[in-house]
């Protein structure tokens, strides 16, 4: 055998164990990111109500949605968060921490109410935790493993990035034109030139989705990389999830002046009632007229001020690769051909490792065969 035949060996069996190995966990990430493309229209086409929005002008003061909000949770929650349309016909989003015992990782579970924007009127509630999409999130975040699952999403995707490359190196033509290349009959098997021309076609992008997952599942390793300041680790302990104040001394209407009155003529955004702990604040998220994002200004409690320091300057240890990479491997904001191309791409392992196993399958019946023959 040759030099270059057994490196061709190697590679083929470095991809077929690849493919083998790790199905099961390729195919619940696959079809998850490839549904979550989608996640929005989903959303609206699943839950129709929460978004008969009758216009899109917030024309209520904040202080009506949140009575509104807090009316249709009863006793089942308080009101910790609303927030404000960013889009033409999206509703008005309150969030309330449920009183119940937590949910995974110690996070409180939280109801959510939508809210027709110019009547104030609730167009309905639900436990968005518990719903389909936020458990394929799950499943492509952490596929459900405690504590090490993103790390354990992170590997994945190093092995399919590596799968991606030996794959398009094993399709390269040792003889002949890439062009020829690029025609159905490569082999006598169907599923043999099934494999080929859909992992050409895919392989790019699914090194891209890979490549971004990687970023995303280790973000400290991936800003060092890129020679940017590591992110300071959330405080540990209950002020992480600490419950809201049940009666703040500043009402949310004072809040929100205090707020504008250090931008005039911003758009709210959202807006977060004071926790307990050290210095209760509330958080008003302001966009100025032309500004790329919002700023977000605390409000003291106690005493209705601005926050010292704390004056919606954007923080200086801001990723702007992060944003970026997560708009690719989502396909936010990206067009509709790239969610497209990401959704098949997306789609394409669990095809790619059914007939991978196949051909493999195929391949070890028709080694015995030989084997059995030079025995005879």
Same mark, same amino acid.
């Given at each position: 055998?040759?030099?270059?035949?057994?490196?061709?060996?190697?590679?083929?069996?470095?991809?077929? $164990?690849?493919?083998?190995? #790790?199905? +099961?966990?390729?195919?619940?990430?696959?079809?998850?990111?490839?549904?979550?493309? $989608?996640?929005? @229209?989903?959303?609206?086409?699943?839950?129709?109500?929460?978004?008969?929005?009758?216009?899109?002008?917030?024309?209520?003061?904040? !202080?009506?949605?949140?009575? *509104?909000?807090? &009316?249709?949770?009863?006793?089942?929650?308080?009101?910790?968060?609303?927030?404000?349309?960013?889009?033409?016909?999206?509703?008005? +989003?309150?969030?309330?921490?449920?009183?119940?015992?937590?949910?995974?990782?110690?996070?409180?579970?939280?109801?959510?109410?939508?809210?027709?924007?110019?009547?104030?009127?609730?167009?309905?509630?639900?436990?968005?935790?518990?719903?389909?999409?936020?458990?394929? =999130?799950?499943?492509?975040?952490?596929?459900?493993?405690?504590?090490?699952?993103?790390?354990?999403?992170?590997?994945?995707?190093?092995?399919?990035?590596?799968?991606?490359?030996?794959?398009? $190196?094993?399709?390269?033509?040792? =003889?002949?034109?890439?062009?020829?290349?690029?025609?159905?009959?490569?082999?006598?098997? &169907?599923?043999?030139?099934?494999?080929?021309?859909?992992?050409?076609?895919?392989?790019?992008?699914?090194?891209?989705?890979?490549?971004?997952?990687?970023?995303?599942?280790?973000?400290?390793?991936?800003?060092?990389?890129?020679?940017?300041?590591?992110?300071?680790?959330?405080?540990?302990?209950?002020?992480?999830?600490?419950?809201?104040? @049940?009666?703040?001394?500043?009402?949310?209407?004072? /809040? +929100?002046?205090?707020?504008?009155?250090?931008?005039?003529?911003? !758009?709210?955004?959202?807006?977060?009632?004071?926790?307990?702990?050290?210095?209760?604040?509330?958080?008003?998220?302001?966009? /100025?007229?032309?500004?790329?994002?919002?700023?977000?200004?605390?409000?003291?409690?106690?005493?209705?001020?601005?926050?010292?320091?704390?004056?919606?300057?954007?923080?200086?240890?801001?990723?702007?690769?992060?944003?970026?990479?997560?708009?690719?491997?989502?396909?936010?904001?990206?067009? #509709?051909?790239?969610?497209?191309?990401?959704? *098949?791409?997306?789609? *394409?392992?669990?095809?790619?490792?059914?007939?991978?196993?196949?051909? $493999?399958?195929?391949?070890?019946?028709?080694?015995?065969?030989?084997?059995?023959? &030079? /025995? *005879?």
């Amino acid at each position: 055998m040759t030099p270059q035949a057994r490196l061709r060996r190697f590679w083929l069996d470095v991809h077929l $164990w690849i493919g083998v190995g #790790l199905l +099961v966990a390729f195919i619940p990430l696959a079809v998850t990111g490839s549904i979550l493309v $989608w996640h929005d @229209p989903l959303d609206r086409a699943l839950h129709a109500s929460r978004y008969a929005t009758s216009g899109s002008a917030a024309s209520l003061p904040p !202080a009506a949605y949140a009575a *509104a909000a807090q &009316t249709a949770f009863g006793d089942r929650a308080q009101l910790t968060q609303l927030r404000f349309p960013q889009e033409p016909g999206d509703p008005v +989003v309150a969030v309330g921490r449920l009183k119940a015992p937590p949910g995974p990782g110690g996070r409180p579970r939280t109801l959510n109410a939508w809210i027709d924007p110019p009547s104030g009127r609730v167009l309905g509630t639900g436990e968005v935790a518990k719903e389909p999409s936020q458990v394929m =999130h799950r499943i492509h975040g952490s596929l459900l493993i405690p504590e090490v699952g993103r790390k354990v999403v992170g590997w994945l995707g190093w092995a399919m990035f590596v799968s991606s490359a030996t794959g398009l $190196w094993l399709w390269w033509p040792r =003889h002949g034109s890439v062009l020829k290349a690029l025609r159905w009959r490569r082999g006598p098997s &169907t599923l043999f030139n099934l494999h080929h021309l859909v992992g050409f076609w895919v392989c790019i992008p699914l090194a891209v989705l890979s490549l971004t997952g990687v970023y995303i599942s280790f973000p400290q390793t991936s800003r060092a990389l890129f020679g940017l300041p590591p992110v300071p680790p959330r405080a540990a302990g209950p002020g992480r999830f600490a419950p809201p104040l @049940p009666e703040p001394r500043t009402s949310l209407a004072a /809040a +929100v002046a205090a707020a504008q009155s250090r931008s005039p003529g911003a !758009a709210l955004t959202e807006i977060s009632a004071p926790t307990r702990g050290k210095d209760p604040a509330w958080r008003i998220g302001l966009k /100025a007229p032309g500004a790329e994002r919002a700023q977000t200004i605390q409000v003291l409690d106690a005493t209705g001020e601005i926050k010292p320091g704390r004056d919606g300057a954007p923080p200086s240890n801001r990723d702007p690769i992060s944003r970026l990479m997560r708009q690719v491997h989502d396909g936010n904001d990206m067009g #509709l051909v790239w969610q497209v191309i990401i959704t *098949a791409a997306g789609a *394409a392992p669990v095809l790619l490792g059914i007939t991978g196993i196949v051909m $493999w399958l195929r391949r070890s019946a028709r080694r015995r065969a030989i084997t059995r023959g &030079t /025995a *005879a």
